[in-house]
């Protein structure tokens, strides 16, 4: 069936370095790929999407990187301040699925001052 | 835009009773979703509309759970009856299309924080 595995869990990291969290997804026909940031008792918000006619996009210090035949994509958060410390999902869509989102477990990232 | 609106935003009700949460999506938004969340399970994703028709109700958890959407403004999402385990954060998410076979992005109301006791 659909699935999406995201990793790590959590993720520690200290004010302006890097941090990436990776996805797996099951579904080949999946086509649309969003990440959404969740805040502390907030609801879950887009931040960069990518499709699959697509490898890389980016926006300001986000970046997803997409891996079609290895059924991976990646968000690259680079320069973190404290303010990115939240929940990211990772997500797939496919076009025949009414606009569904099947989506990763979550990611708890803490950025460092 | 509003955005998604829902209501309550917070609900406390004894194990047993009945609830409903209520969500009105984007205007112009054709798609409808009802999410679940839990530290244990993270978002679940109960059913959803489209076109005000449910598509796939496979996420609700069980019989007690059940969804309505009589037009294209409102949608509810009823317990009867509610058990501790219910106990969640419940989001509304409402999107365009999807349009040409192309997926429009999911936007999500500020959710419904359930305690049953």
């Known amino acids: 069936g659909e699935n999406v595995e995201q990793h790590p869990s959590t993720l520690s990291v200290q004010e302006g370095d890097s941090a990436v969290i990776k996805c797996t997804y099951s579904d080949s026909a999946s086509n649309y790929f969003p990440w959404y940031k969740q805040e502390l008792g907030k609801r879950p918000q887009l931040i960069i999407d990518?499709?699959?006619?697509?490898g890389e996009k980016k926006d300001q210090r986000i970046a997803v990187t997409l891996n079609k035949t290895a059924k991976h994509f990646s968000l690259h958060i680079t320069e973190t301040q404290p303010e990115d410390s939240a929940v990211y999902f990772c997500a797939a869509a496919f076009s025949g699925g009414y606009n569904k989102l099947i989506f990763g477990a979550g990611t708890r990232l803490a950025v460092h001052p | 835009d509003a955005g998604v609106i829902q209501s309550p935003r917070h609900e406390v009700t004894e194990m047993g009773q009945e609830v409903t949460l209520r969500c009105k999506p984007i205007?112009?938004?054709?798609?409808l979703f009802w999410y679940r969340q839990t530290m244990m399970r993270g978002l679940e994703l109960l059913i959803y509309?489209?076109?005000?028709?449910?598509?796939?109700d496979s996420g609700m958890p069980e019989d007690r759970f059940s969804a309505k959407m009589p037009n294209a403004s409102f949608s509810t999402l009823k317990i009867q009856p509610s058990e501790p385990r219910d106990s969640a954060v419940y989001f509304c998410?409402?999107?365009?299309?999807?349009?040409?076979?192309?997926?429009?992005?999911?936007?999500f109301g500020p959710g419904t924080r359930l305690t049953v006791l």
């Open positions: 509309f489209n076109n005000n028709v449910p598509i796939d």
């Open positions: 205007s112009g938004h054709n798609s």
């Open positions: 990518i499709r699959s006619n697509v």
């Open positions: 998410a409402s999107s365009r299309g999807p349009e040409a076979g192309t997926i429009t992005e999911q936007f």
